[in-house]
Nanobody, 120 residues
Framework: QVQLVESGGGLVQPGGSLRLSCVAS????????MGWYRQAPGKERDLVAV???????NYRDSVKGRFTISRDNAKNTVYLQMNSLKPEDTAVYYC??????????????WGQGTPVTVSS
């Protein structure tokens, strides 16, 4: 009923930038929180940033000042602009959304993940 499609990952040198996108589609009535998580090899999946429907944001400390989360409610899309990337940012990045279907059922959905590698 709902699909999240991520894009924008890839290989970038330290200090470089990438912009991730995640588009939600399907029988969606409304979307509440939208967020990005990441999982490095051998580590747990951690929250990177989250944005509420009203635009309030929260970031993990290690990305503050470098990453910016934003959303386009008309397009059911969330973005993550990543600047000044560091090797420790290397991970698979996952989109996560809280949404309400047209049927009024509430779901929490994950994207398939997009890999980000920061290396020279």
């Amino acid at each position: 009923q709902v699909q999240l499609v991520e894009s924008g990952g890839g290989l970038v040198q330290p200090g470089g930038s990438l912009r991730l996108s995640c588009v939600a589609s399907g029988s969606i009535h409304s979307i509440d929180n939208m967020g990005w998580y990441r999982q490095a090899p051998g580590k747990e999946r951690d929250l990177v940033a989250v944005i509420t429907e009203d635009g309030f944001t929260n970031y993990r400390d290690s990305v503050k000042g470098r990453f910016t989360i934003s959303r386009d409610n008309a397009k059911n899309t969330v973005y993550l602009q990543m600047n000044s990337l560091k090797p420790e940012d290397t991970a698979v990045y996952y989109c996560n959304v809280d949404l309400t279907l047209i049927s009024r059922a509430k779901l929490n959905e994950w994207g398939q993940g997009t890999p980000v590698t920061v290396s020279s």
